[in-house]
Nanobody
Framework: QVQLVESGGGLVQPGGSLRLSCAAS????????MGWYRQAPGKQRELVAT???????TYTDSVRGRFTISRDNAKNTVYLQMNSLKSEDTAVYYC?????????????WGQGTQVTVSS
């Protein structure tokens, strides 16, 4: 099992910055991919960014150039640095661990942290 605990959310003005952290505990495997998703009110959960065990990252188009995902494998922690925040970034942000074992895929989720961008 994997337990994920997010932190760092809050209220920020447009153009501001926040840094989210997600600490993973339990049976973390070195090849697990980690990522961030978000869900705004009335919308489906969407992928924000992912990072592989080797550090390769991907971003959804709406955040590329503004958000940076990183991970510290020694601490089993993934981060999301969010700059130039916009009102449309307002959502609950969820940490994710994605594991592939043979042909089986497993997803683990944190409880979510609220990010509100408003003046």
């Amino acid at each position: 099992q994997v337990q994920l605990v997010e932190s760092g959310g809050g209220l920020v003005q447009p153009g501001g910055s926040l840094r989210l952290s997600c600490a993973a505990s339990g049976s973390i495997l070195s090849l697990d991919a980690m990522g961030w998703y978000r869900q705004a009110p009335g919308k489906q959960r969407e992928l924000v960014a992912t990072i592989s065990s080797g550090g390769r990252s991907t971003y959804t188009d709406s955040v590329r150039g503004r958000f940076t995902i990183s991970r510290d494998n020694a601490k089993n922690t993934v981060y999301l640095q969010m700059n130039s925040l916009k009102s449309e970034d307002t959502a609950v942000y969820y940490c994710n661990v994605h594991r592939v074992v043979g042909i089986a895929h497993y997803d683990y989720w944190g409880q979510g942290t609220q990010v509100t961008v408003s003046s």
